[in-house]
């Protein structure tokens, strides 16, 4: 029973490029949440996916934008990067639309770096 | 806007030492989870919290959840090396999981 999935491991960007995340949720999972932690900081939460549509939202800009695909997998884009945005991308994964209420599956990451 | 304060940021303590981490919320929350993320990992469920005043027990993890539901607290039980790491909450608000900003668990030397 695989667990949560994230690719890549790594990334390094520059100023301004687009970035892809994928997340393969554990199995029987159907909602997909997408977090930033930046070092030393908690989780934010960007956004979560159920049935293929964006349920909820947390205060990001944008830029962020995200996709579920049919088998529940799911990715998140960045557009034109910042400085900023360097940070550890967190996917965790829940059964149910209310995902809140269950507890959260982390994928072990994709570590972002914005040169 | 909703928020969950967690004090102390950092918990320096010596091994066999207790530790406790608080968790206040700016709302009445439905429940509350906790999570620990090891150094360089990820976060890892530990416990849920719905009722009004419970407390529950995981080993020498001890979770409490206040009676008006807006805070919470873990105490860890003489600590050993291996509970190192940052500790969450996270309470759960219209649906919304919003986290605090943790508690580094730090044995010293």
């Known amino acids: 029973d695989a667990g949560v999935t994230q690719s890549p491991t790594h990334l390094i960007k520059t100023r301004g490029q687009q970035v892809t995340l994928r997340c393969s949720p554990k199995?029987?999972?159907?909602?997909v949440s997408w977090y930033q932690q930046a070092l030393g900081q908690g989780p934010q939460f960007i956004f979560q996916y159920y049935e293929e549509e964006e349920r909820q939202r947390g205060n990001f800009p944008d830029r962020f934008s995200g996709h579920q695909f049919p088998n529940y997998s799911s990715e998140l884009n960045v557009n034109a990067l910042l400085l900023g945005d360097s940070a550890l991308y967190l996917c965790a994964t829940a059964r149910g639309p209310a995902n809140s209420n269950e507890k959260l599956f982390f994928g072990s990451g994709t570590q972002l770096s914005v040169l | 806007g909703q928020q969950v304060m967690q004090i102390p940021q950092y918990q320096h303590v010596q091994e066999g030492e207790d530790f406790t981490t608080y968790c206040n919320s700016s709302?009445?929350?439905?429940?509350i989870q906790w999570y620990k993320q090891r150094p360089g990992g990820h976060p890892v469920f530990l416990i849920q919290?719905?009722?009004s005043g419970e407390v529950k027990k995981q080993k020498r993890l001890t979770f409490q959840f206040g009676e008006a539901k807006k805070n919470s607290s873990l105490h860890i039980t003489a600590t050993q090396t291996t509970d190192v790491g940052t500790y969450f909450c996270a309470g759960n608000s219209n649906y919304q999981l919003i986290w605090g900003a943790g508690t580094k668990l730090i044995i010293k030397p």
């Open positions: 919290l719905v009722k």
């Open positions: 199995s029987g999972h159907d909602t």
């Open positions: 709302t009445t929350l439905s429940n």
